[in-house]
């Protein structure tokens, strides 16, 4: 595998950027062990564009290829997903007839599935398996990109939920979803919010960026400065929480995210000892999800003038 330390934004292709922190070293990828492990790297950000990113990414081939495991759980469809909630949510609310829906990352085909038979479900899944079980599901195709979209085959939603921060660049992904809309069409996101308050206290010791399969990291700045250089309208934008734990649930992961935000290492080397007395093996990942509103859920539509 490939990697070259960057040295302007992936996005913005501006110069100005900064280093924030290391990121670990991690053993697995999307569920699956890996014989190699992957370099950390740095977490970056661009003065520019304000988008937050790991540096250096693999290439996106060999992204591909780490995707496309045997795998199929490892985004389990059956687990509640607070996003799942929201997107079906407003897509029943806004377009109650039905429509063409394009899930992008749809993996095994939950979200669509939870949509009803009024809409015409497609997906787009890397990972093979998982789409075959998609497809099946949901009776529709399931291609492995956008580039195997029939030429003029528009979509009245296209959903890219918790996807965008794994693509190197996702102002080029805006820009590729969005040219398949409707006219009246919206691209839904779903994403972790770059600039929650505990993300900038922790820096790159911040849960969301522990997994190597993320890669770019957005923010209401970095909408703002798309919305301006790619013809995109930021129909709506609102932080929420990713998982609904009760009270005392998230008073003891804030504290063990607070522990992994100040001493990563020493952090690491204890949950790695206790897994390994309790049999357990390595650890796949850290807590930190659903202890504050840290991500974004997000509407987009192509300008008028576009």
Known sequence: MSTELRKSCPCCASKKVFEIGKLPVSQWFAGTRLQQPLPGGWLYRC?????????PAQAAG???KLYDNAMTTTWDASKFRADWDLITSYITKELPQGGRVLDFGCYTGGLLAQLGAQYQRNGIEVNRAAAEIASQDIGNKVWSSVDEIPDGLRFDIVIASDVIEHVTN???LVEQLTSKLSDTGVLILTTGDADNFLWNRFGANWWYCFYPEHIAFISRDWLQYISQTVGV???????FRYFEFGLSRRIVDGLHTCFYGVFPTAFLSVVKLFRKMLGRGDS???PGGGISRDHLFIVLRRSANE
Do not use: Q
């Open 47 to 55: 003065r520019n564009c304000r988008l937050k990113f790991r540096n």
């Open 62 to 64: 060999d992204y591909a």
């Open 170 to 172: 996702p102002m080029l």
């Open 233 to 239: 309208d930021v129909v709506r934008c609102e932080a």
């Open 284 to 286: 796949t990942s850290i």
